[in-house]
């Protein structure tokens, strides 16, 4: 290894504790913003972190997550079935912005509306049987993973009983470090055979549901839009609805947790809900590996020429600590607005259920709200634990009492 290789950093970064950002953020935004790093994989990339910049190149409908180009980097450690691997099978260019458009509408305002009752009886259930249970609980497996792999196979049609097997396949799919290639493979198998039984099931008998729905549109944009991509859109639905919202949950608890005047200044006020749901997602220094982008031309990102055939990573989280853009950006401001944080994305990959996550949240900290208003952190907040080699960010475990 040259002695130029050793000085380009391993990236993700390690981060001084489970809820604070990496020291390496505030200097690379500063002093490089466009910056080398080295991958999991052990291939080089770009690293962006300004809050500018990474909006720019996310907005660009001309470069997608989807890695497959020869020279491309690899971003995990494992040789292929990761979450930006797209096998093949993805639908491209202009057929797939019209194919986001059809998947949009899976996530009408009236659809994820209509979910709320359900999520909220869910988040009551939870909590109540946690509540049984006593303190001191851990709110990673008692409310953070289950609820969201509810709403996930209630929109897929998936019955509850399955529920564990999808949350291991999405951990697989999501994985940089944590599981071996053969894992993966196995678990890639296991999803694909389990939803193409579950799709012949739906096409037999029909509900009211998004598989049944993505069924009906088999053979739509000149018949580019196959089987294959369906199943590869219900695995990218059950990766980004399960694992990132699951996540959520247990950081946002703990972020509002971790100083307590948070939260009690939202049991004292509830119609701060929603702004405070928002600056969370803004704040969260451990949202994950990032955001890929392969360069397919040259592009001009601030006063630097992005290259044709680069693999640059936009830090989502770096950019919403962006002084810049936001005032006061290192502080947790419960009542920001507006916050065009980018923690879902901007432009035309923006993420499809953001609607849905944010109703998930919003309603999740509702109810521990009004059923746990004395709920506090039951280890120091700087003994918290991150979840490590996976590509989104979360915690080990939550430790509640109330």
């Given at each position: 290894?040259?002695?130029?290789?050793?000085?380009?950093?391993?990236?993700?970064?390690?981060?001084?504790?489970?809820?604070?950002?990496?020291?390496?953020?505030?200097?690379?935004?500063?002093?490089?913003?466009?910056?080398?790093?080295?991958?999991?994989?052990?291939?080089?990339?770009?690293?962006?972190?300004?809050?500018?910049?990474?909006k720019q190149l996310m907005s660009d409908p001309r470069?997608?997550?989807?890695?497959?180009?020869?020279?491309?980097?690899?971003?995990?450690?494992?040789?292929?079935?990761?979450?930006?691997?797209?096998?093949?099978?993805?639908?491209?260019?202009?057929?797939?912005?019209?194919?986001?458009?059809?998947?949009?509408?899976?996530?009408?305002?009236?659809?994820?509306?209509?979910?709320?009752?359900?999520?909220?009886?869910?988040?009551?259930?939870?909590?109540?049987?946690?509540?049984?249970?006593?303190?001191?609980?851990?709110?990673?497996?008692?409310?953070?993973?289950?609820?969201?792999?509810?709403?996930?196979?209630?929109?897929?049609?998936?019955?509850?009983?399955?529920?564990?097997?999808?949350?291991?396949?999405?951990?697989?799919?999501?994985?940089?470090?944590?599981?071996?290639?053969?894992?993966?493979?196995?678990?890639?198998?296991?999803?694909?055979?389990?939803?193409?039984?579950?799709?012949?099931?739906?096409?037999?008998?029909?509900?009211?549901?998004?598989?049944?729905?993505?069924?009906?549109?088999?053979?739509?944009?000149?018949?580019?839009?196959?089987?294959?991509?369906?199943?590869?859109?219900?695995?990218?639905?059950?990766?980004?609805?399960?694992?990132?919202?699951?996540?959520?949950?247990?950081?946002?608890?703990?972020?509002?947790?971790?100083?307590?005047?948070?939260?009690?200044?939202?049991?004292a006020d509830r119609s701060l809900i929603r702004t405070?749901?928002?600056?969370?997602?803004?704040?969260?220094?451990?949202?994950?590996?990032?955001?890929?982008?392969?360069?397919?031309?040259?592009?001009?990102?601030?006063?630097?020429?992005?290259?044709?055939?680069?693999?640059?990573?936009?830090?989502?989280?770096?950019?919403?600590?962006?002084?810049?853009?936001?005032?006061?950006?290192?502080?947790?401001?419960?009542?920001?607005?507006?916050?065009?944080?980018?923690?879902?994305?901007?432009?035309?990959?923006?993420?499809?259920?953001?609607?849905?996550?944010?109703?998930?949240?919003?309603?999740?900290?509702?109810?521990?709200?009004?059923?746990?208003?004395?709920?506090?952190?039951?280890?120091?907040?700087?003994?918290?634990?991150?979840?490590?080699?996976?590509?989104?960010?979360?915690?080990?475990?939550?430790?509640?009492?109330?």
């Open positions: 290894m040259s002695s130029t290789d050793q000085q380009v950093p391993h990236y993700p970064f390690p981060a001084p504790g489970a809820l604070e950002p990496p020291a390496e953020w505030a200097g690379l935004r500063q002093g490089c913003p466009v910056a080398p790093i080295r991958l999991a994989s052990g291939d080089e990339a770009l690293l962006l972190t300004r809050y500018a910049d990474v470069f997608t997550h989807h890695l497959v180009a020869e020279d491309a980097a690899s971003i995990t450690a494992n040789e292929s079935g990761g979450v930006f691997a797209s096998g093949g099978t993805s639908v491209g260019g202009e057929a797939h912005r019209e194919w986001r458009k059809l998947i949009g509408k899976a996530f009408t305002a009236k659809r994820v509306s209509a979910m709320r009752p359900g999520i909220e009886a869910t988040a009551v259930r939870l909590v109540a049987e946690m509540i049984e249970r006593g303190a001191p609980a851990d709110l990673v497996p008692a409310l953070g993973f289950p609820l969201p792999v509810w709403v996930i196979c209630d929109l897929l049609g998936v019955p509850d009983s399955d529920r564990d097997r999808f949350a291991y396949w999405s951990d697989t799919m999501l994985s940089l470090t944590r599981y071996t290639q053969e894992e993966i493979d196995a678990a890639q198998a296991e999803f694909a055979a389990y939803m193409s039984a579950h799709v012949a099931a739906k096409r037999a008998e029909p509900g009211d549901d998004l598989i049944s729905e993505l069924i009906s549109l088999v053979g739509a944009l000149d018949g580019r839009v196959t089987e294959e991509v369906m199943t590869m859109t219900a695995k990218g639905l059950l990766v980004a609805g399960h694992e990132t919202t699951a996540n959520m949950i247990g950081k946002m608890v703990a972020m509002l947790l971790a100083d307590r005047s948070r939260w009690e200044r939202l049991v405070a749901v928002e600056e969370c997602l803004r704040h969260d220094a451990n949202f994950g590996f990032g955001i890929p982008r392969y360069i397919g031309q040259d592009v001009e990102i601030g006063d630097t020429t992005l290259t044709r055939g680069s693999t640059v990573i936009c830090s989502l989280s770096a950019a919403n600590r962006d002084e810049r853009a936001f005032e006061d950006a290192a502080e947790m401001d419960l009542s920001r607005s507006p916050n065009p944080h980018l923690i879902f994305g901007a432009g035309p990959y923006a993420c499809l259920g953001q609607s849905l996550a944010r109703t998930e949240l919003q309603t999740v900290l509702n109810v521990l709200l009004e059923r746990l208003p004395t709920l506090e952190l039951a280890v120091p907040a700087g003994s918290l634990r991150r979840r490590e080699g996976l590509i989104v960010g979360g915690l080990e475990e939550v430790p509640v009492r109330w």
